[in-house]
């Protein structure tokens, strides 16, 4: 059960991420935005199918995913 934790403060909605994730666990937010007032994205795994790989972290040129908890 690997999970990813994004810091909403830093996102500035570069979508990046999205395409970096093999699982495609990472959507763009439909209630959250960041200061711009762009929709941030959010990872959403329901089903427990997070590879823990860290591409989207790695894609990340704001290091906005700035967790990739490992389980």
Same mark, same amino acid.
């Given at each position: ?11 500035? &909605? ?7 994730? /093999?699982?495609?666990?990472? =959507?763009?937010? +439909?209630? =959250? ?13 329901? +089903? ?5 790989? &860290?591409?989207? &972290?790695?894609?990340? /040129?704001?290091? &906005? ?7």
């Amino acid at each position: 059960m690997s999970h990813i934790v994004i810091d909403d403060n830093k996102c500035k &909605a570069c979508y990046l991420c999205i395409n970096e994730c /093999p699982m495609k666990l990472i =959507k763009v937010s +439909e209630a =959250k935005t960041n200061s711009l007032g762009n929709n941030i994205v959010e990872f959403c795994d329901e +089903e427990n199918k997070c590879l823990g790989c &860290a591409m989207c &972290a790695t894609r990340c /040129p704001d290091l &906005a995913i700035v967790e990739v908890i490992k389980d």
